[in-house]
């Protein structure tokens, strides 16, 4: 019996010891993934590219400030928008602020335009969903004070435009974010002068020398600005024009990001004190503080009782509101940069986007979360997009991007064409399912097979001419079908010969020559029978 028991006591142990090993022995799991600096080789880049900003756009699209400017990102497909002068002058003079290293602040419009601040503290915009600058309709800064450093961008629901800078003056241009019709000129120095339609600058001061860091609109009342600076919390009142100093500190305070609850109560991350609440009625602060102050450069919303911090000096975290607790998002991939979080940002599909030293993270696996995301999606964000379009083997490029067209026009030779399409939310790829038809061509939908991490295109060969339109649908698991559809109406030109203006052309012209021909011929019978007469007489 005692054998017995020693023997089974042995096999226990040699199984755990055999579960031990396997773990130890196993990779750690990654929940991300990452655009990292070895991901760059295809963009040829004479410099790193690192992350630094994050803009999560109601359109589904991403966008970053990087040491490349401004960088897009579409169904996890990045896009440098780097510049493309026809000559050095305009070079010169037009240079792309949108491609340069150094971009300030960002934020997007209700218009869906993304407005931001060059790295020279100049306002330009851009589409969310394309690439391109345009010049602001307001001179910033101002000719009174071409010194100023812009520390942040803002834009409220009814499209005003605030300007945060460095010395603690706010700068104010009603409806800025609501582009209407302006037109200036460019100066000898390459300063874009508003000459017609000019919009409004108003200066607010708030505090001198304060850093403004955060803005934030008060849900309850749409007229008032909650303003998180070094100098502590600050309110803005529109009806009235005047900033108020509310929460004031002995000490230091840096107030980086600024969330308001429906009761109108905030939520602050700051560099000195981690996490805290303030109770707007009794002007109340509780700072979450525990055992270590960390430092926090940004959060977003995770649940109701919990946020995606940003922490300057270490690995994203999950701050509770409930216990005060940090429990830190611990991966593998993280190893590969710097623990310094510089932003963290919750898109509509529930992807988590992390930049930290200098790398830019990605998951879905906390996309149950997406509910809370600061940013809603509009429909047309769950629809799938043509990515490239292929004609005869060769890239597509007569009319730009092929992500935004809508109609493209090609000859009777160039009727192979090769779509290769995507969708917003591919992180996992293997459970997104592709489907298309071309009306007047393949008139059933085609479902190409999933096939591992690739994505199958489509494939229209020898394409008689005539007017043709290519649909595409997609889902993502075990849903339906999305009714959000992308389309594009393709057109091959018939040759010349099979026109009918062509052959009524080669009728006419064939005519006209048989009547000089008959015409000729009567009038030289008429001439010969004349000199037969002219004889006989």
């Given at each position: 019996m ?6 089974r006591?042995i096999l ?19 929940i ?11 963009f ?18 991403h ?9 897009r ?9 780097l510049y493309a002068?026809?000559d050095?002058?305009?070079k010169?003079q037009?240079?792309?602020y949108?491609?340069?290293?150094g971009?300030?602040s ?6 869906k335009?993304v407005?931001?601040?060059?790295h020279d503290?100049?306002?330009f ?9 345009g ?19 803002w834009i ?6 605030y300007i945060?800078t ?5 700068y104010?241009?009603k409806?800025?974010?609501?582009m209407?019709?302006?037109d200036g000129k460019l ?10 339609g000019?919009k409004l600058i ?5 505090w001198p020398h304060?850093?403004?860091?955060a ?13 998180g600076?070094d ?10 024009m005047?900033g ?7 000490e230091?305070?840096?107030i980086?990001q ?7 109560n905030?939520?602050l ?9 303030f ?8 700072f979450?503080n525990?055992?270590?102050?960390y430092?926090?450069k ?7 009782n919990?946020?995606?911090v940003?922490?300057?000096d ?5 701050f ?5 607790n940090y ?10 940069t710097a623990?310094s ?9 529930g992807?988590l ?14 996309k149950?979360?997406k509910?809370?995301a600061?940013v ?6 769950y629809?799938p997009?043509i990515t490239?379009i ?12 092929p992500?935004?067209?809508?109609s ?17 939310e ?6 997104v ?11 059933e ?6 096939s591992g991490t690739?994505?199958i295109?489509?494939n229209?060969n020898?394409l008689?001419?005539g007017?043709?339109?290519f649909r595409?649908k997609?889902?993502v ?5 999305r ?19 062509f ?18 011929r009567?009038?030289?019978v ?10 006989q007489k």
């Open positions: 005692k054998l017995f028991f020693d023997i006591r226990f142990t040699a199984f755990f010891l055999f579960i031990v090993i396997i773990s130890f022995g196993q990779k750690p799991q990654s991300f993934k990452w655009f990292g600096f070895e991901d760059t080789d295809s040829r880049l004479t410099k790193p590219l690192r992350f630094y900003d994050i803009l999560c756009s109601k359109t589904g699209e966008k970053f400030s990087s040491t490349f400017g401004l960088i990102d579409k169904g996890l497909q990045i896009e440098l928008l002068g026809s050095n002058e305009t010169r037009l240079r792309n949108a491609g340069e290293d971009i300030k960002m934020f997007e419009s209700p218009a335009i407005f931001f601040a060059a503290n100049r306002i915009w851009q589409p969310s969903d394309d690439g391109g600058i010049f602001s309709p307001f001179q910033f800064p101002p000719t009174d004070k071409p010194d100023l450093k812009v520390s942040k961008i409220d629901s009814e499209s005003d435009i945060g460095c010395d603690g003056d706010l104010y241009i409806r800025g974010g609501a209407s019709a302006y100066d000898s120095a390459g300063n874009f002068i508003v000459t017609k000019e108003r200066r607010i001061p708030l304060a850093l403004i860091c803005i934030e609109q008060d849900p309850v009342n749409k007229n008032i600005l909650w303003i600076t100098a502590g919390l600050f309110s803005f009142d529109k009806t009235t005047l108020k100093n509310i929460l004031k500190s002995k230091r305070l840096t980086t600024i969330e308001a609850d429906s009761t109108g905030l939520w991350s700051t560099l000195e004190n981690g996490m805290a609440y109770n707007n009625r009794t002007s109340s602060v509780n979450f525990g055992k270590r102050v430092p926090i940004t959060f977003c919303r995770k649940s109701i919990e946020f995606f940003g922490l300057v270490s690995i994203p975290a999950i509770n509101t409930s216990t005060g429990t830190f998002i611990q991966d593998s991939i993280f190893k590969k623990d979080t510089s932003d963290i940002k919750l898109d509509g599909f992807n986007l992390v930049v930290k030293g200098g790398g830019l993270f990605y998951t879905d696996y906390y149950e979360s509910r809370y600061k809603p999606l509009e429909k047309k964000a629809a997009f490239e292929m004609v005869m083997g060769i890239p597509y490029r007569a009319e730009g991007n992500r935004g067209l809508k493209i026009r090609l000859k009777h030779n160039q009727n192979s064409l090769t779509i290769d399409y995507s969708l917003m591919l992180i996992d790829k293997k459970n399912q592709f489907a298309w038809m071309v009306e007047g061509y393949v008139n939908w085609v479902v190409p097979p999933v690739s994505i295109p489509a229209l020898e008689t001419p007017k043709y339109i595409l997609a889902k698991g075990d849903e339906p079908w009714a959000e559809e992308a389309r594009l109406e393709i057109i091959i030109v018939p040759p010349l010969w099979q026109l009918w203006w052959w009524a052309g080669v009728i006419v012209v064939v005519s006209s020559i048989v009547y000089l021909i008959v015409k000729l009567v009038r030289s008429r001439r010969t029978e004349r000199l037969k007469a002219s004889y």
